[in-house]
């Protein structure tokens, strides 16, 4: 790959139509990425401690906590260094890295997403076989293939879009390295690497979306069947916070990857949202509205201030 390439480095151009806000733009994605971290931090230290937590449900939380706190820190810490007046470049391999890691992480969460929601299907859906089906062989299997999907994703579309020679412009007209501001800047037709990674992500989106559909259709007619308003209630109340956080992730990914004209401003929005809002909306959405995470939290505050007074 070096042998074709004769750029050393990449220059980040920003965020476009931002002129002039990069200190306002600092403060606001430091404090939203500060925040991210934080609550993310706190569901794991909610669930890890706590025995009665130790169940399929908060296993793919916790997991789901880690993606949330490694998917934003792949973008958002460079994009910190230059908002705050530092060097605009990025190395060639440091570009690599970026766009490899984005769709790794990426993909992969979307993979935990569905297997969030065929564990959601079968808590209500098979309530007695619950344990026997999501056993912990099972759970960690399912984990291992949403970490294999996102690594062959993104080797694919990492190796598609770097074995293109890059020997002239270096002007990423971004805020990151991703695809569609990497690929007009090779040296050579890149229309077999657009093909590849439209496809790609197209395939996987729906893939993903297809299983989510198929989990949720299954448990909507066994809430329509449960004769207890309550019931019902505390059926939805599991599956809305799950369904709220894959509409935040999913909906970026279809108007940046699938428009058929790309609108880079409108682009970078969805971007900041799927890169740096959704993952703290994630720690609010579970934490907020899940009565175990906040009793656990109190339980391990409590015991902590317990321990500093003696």
């Known amino acids: 790959m070096s042998s074709h390439t004769q750029l050393n480095e990449f220059i980040l151009l920003g965020i476009p139509q931002t002129e002039g806000l990069k200190t306002i733009l600092s403060v606001i994605f430091s404090f939203i990425y500060l925040f991210t971290l934080l609550g993310n931090l706190l569901i794991l230290i909610a669930i890890v401690p706590s025995s009665t937590l130790h169940t399929p449900m908060y296993f793919f939380l916790g997991l789901l906590s880690i993606f949330d706190m490694l998917f934003p820190s792949v973008t958002c810490p460079k994009m910190l260094l230059y908002l705050s007046g530092q060097s605009q470049a990025i190395s060639y391999k440091g570009c690599a890295l970026q766009l490899f890691f984005y769709h790794f992480l990426g993909s992969a969460e979307g993979c935990l997403y569905s297997v969030m929601a065929y564990d959601r299907f079968v808590a209500i ?75 790609n992500v197209s395939f996987l989106v729906l893939m993903f979306w297809f299983s989510v559909c198929v989990s949720y259709t299954r448990i909507g007619i066994s809430i329509l069947r449960i004769r207890s308003t309550e019931g019902r209630q505390k059926a939805f109340s599991t599956c809305s916070a799950h369904l709220t956080a894959i509409l935040c992730a999913y909906g970026p990914v279809v108007i940046v990857y699938l428009q058929p004209t790309p609108n880079p401003l409108l682009g970078a929005t969805v971007q900041i949202l799927n890169n740096i809002v959704s993952p703290m909306l994630n720690s609010l959405i579970y934490s907020l509205r899940n009565r175990e995470v906040k009793n656990s939290l109190k339980r391990v505050f409590h015991n902590v201030v317990l321990t500093a007074l003696e």
């Open 125 to 199: 859906c098979h309530p007695l076989r619950y344990l026997l089906i999501m056993r912990p062989g099972l759970c960690v299997g399912l984990v291992m293939a949403a970490w294999t999907v996102g690594c062959l994703h993104a080797t694919i579309l990492t190796s598609f879009t770097f074995q293109l020679p890059y020997c002239g412009p270096n002007q990423v007209d971004y805020f990151f390295c991703d695809i569609p501001a990497v690929l007009p800047l090779a040296c050579a037709d890149s229309s077999l690497a657009q093909r590849v990674g439209s496809t």
